[in-house]
Nanobody, 121 residues
Framework: QVQLQESGPGLVKPSQTLSLTCTVS??????????CGWIRQPPGKGLEWIGFIDNGGMTAYSPSLKSRTSISRDTSKNQFTLQLSSVTPEDTGVYYC?????????????WGQGTQVTVSS
């Protein structure tokens, strides 16, 4: 059974960098046909895709967040990390790490439980 667990600070000050780590168990982050991704849900809004890192280490980001986003990985720890710079209160929300199945259709098959991040001074 694959499990994903987010970790990181729940409160970030404006203009600082948000950093979250996802630890994966029960499966390797370098397995073919999967991507490791991040999505978020601002309060009262729908899910928003942030980006992903593939099994080879290549990344893709949402165009609206690309200039502030970096996703990296540590294969020795089976972890991947999200960094979002220059945060504002609009970056407040629940952040989820997900595993993305890549095929004729793409879908999320495993989710972390989510972690609340609040941007406030």
């Amino acid at each position: 059974q694959v499990q994903l667990q987010e970790s990181g600070p729940g409160l970030v000050k404006p203009s600082q960098t948000l950093s979250l780590t996802c630890t994966v168990s029960g499966g390797s982050i370098t397995t073919d046909y999967y991507r490791c991704g991040w999505i978020r849900q601002p309060p009262g809004k729908g899910l928003e895709w942030i980006g992903f890192i593939d099994n080879g280490g290549m990344t893709a980001y949402s165009p609206s967040l690309k200039s502030r986003t970096s996703i990296s990985r540590d294969t020795s720890k089976n972890q991947f990390t999200l960094q979002l710079s220059s945060v504002t209160p609009e970056d407040t929300g629940v952040y989820y790490c997900v595993r993305v199945v890549v095929g004729t259709t793409w879908y999320y098959d495993y989710w972390g439980q989510g972690t609340q991040v609040t941007v406030s001074s």
